[in-house]
């Protein structure tokens, strides 16, 4: 359950948001969906906004297993994260959170790569989904067996900080979208019944 904090304030001056990551690419997934919302939803222009990277726990493992998992991971960040700066200012509307994660799903054989957002204002917190890949199975098995995919991805292509740049959905997408893109779609999904009128 969500603490409230204050009432949702979307049409009215928005000055920050809070992103619960010190990931570079989740900062810009964030700041690409205020630009894309911005001007027609609220008197603060989008390159007036704030948008904060926060260093905060997930509250669940590195390596999240299971949606369930990975959702909580996604909600304890934006929760944390407007919990870090809600007392700096009254400005601050939205905390965002943003986990990925590794899953088995129903509808597929193999390990699934999965991606949930979190958006939080105070009041409420509302969730939205990015695409799930399917991990090859060289990688699936070190995954399965312990390891984090990030740096396994890193091993087997000879890169550092992968997922701080395209990410496995680059890699697994042969470049079509990558991580920020990806994540994207996941943060729009949450913040969709902040400013639209059918929820």
């Given at each position: 359950m969500?603490t409230?904090?204050r009432?949702?304030?979307v049409g009215?001056?928005?000055?920050?948001v809070?992103?619960?990551?010190t990931n570079p690419?989740k900062v810009?997934?964030?700041?690409?969906v205020?630009d894309?919302?911005?001007g027609?939803?609220?008197?603060?222009p989008a390159?007036?906004?704030t948008v904060?990277?926060?260093p905060v726990g997930s509250g669940?493992?590195?390596?999240?297993r299971?949606?369930?998992?990975?959702?909580?991971g996604?909600?304890?960040r934006?929760?944390?994260a407007?919990?870090t700066?809600?007392?700096?200012t009254?400005?601050t509307?939205y905390g965002v959170?943003i986990?990925g994660?590794v899953?088995d799903?129903?509808?597929?054989?193999?390990?699934w790569?999965?991606?949930?957002?979190?958006?939080?204002?105070?009041e409420?917190?509302?969730?939205?989904s990015?695409?799930?890949?399917?991990?090859?199975d060289?990688?699936?098995e070190?995954?399965?067996?312990g390891?984090?995919?990030?740096?396994v991805?890193?091993?087997?292509?000879?890169t550092?900080g992968?997922?701080?740049?395209a990410?496995a959905?680059?890699?697994?997408?042969?470049?079509?979208?990558?991580r920020?893109?990806?994540?994207?779609?996941?943060v729009a999904g949450a913040?969709?019944?902040f400013?639209t009128?059918h929820?």
């Amino acid at each position: 359950m969500v603490t409230p904090k204050r009432p949702c304030r979307v049409g009215a001056d928005m000055e920050r948001v809070a992103v619960g990551s010190t990931n570079p690419v989740k900062v810009a997934a964030t700041r690409a969906v205020l630009d894309e919302l911005g001007g027609s939803l609220r008197s603060v222009p989008a390159d007036e906004m704030t948008v904060e990277s926060v260093p905060v726990g997930s509250g669940v493992s590195e390596q999240p297993r299971g949606r369930e998992e990975t959702l909580a991971g996604a909600e304890n960040r934006a929760r944390n994260a407007l919990d870090t700066i809600a007392d700096d200012t009254a400005d601050t509307d939205y905390g965002v959170g943003i986990e990925g994660g590794v899953a088995d799903l129903e509808t597929g054989p193999g390990l699934w790569l999965v991606m949930w957002a979190a958006v939080t204002d105070g009041e409420r917190i509302e969730r939205g989904s990015g695409p799930s890949l399917r991990l090859p199975d060289p990688v699936a098995e070190r995954v399965r067996d312990g390891e984090e995919l990030g740096p396994v991805l890193d091993d087997r292509l000879d890169t550092e900080g992968l997922k701080k740049d395209a990410g496995a959905a680059g890699v697994f997408t042969g470049g079509a979208i990558d991580r920020e893109s990806a994540l994207v779609h996941a943060v729009a999904g949450a913040f969709g019944p902040f400013v639209t009128d059918h929820y």
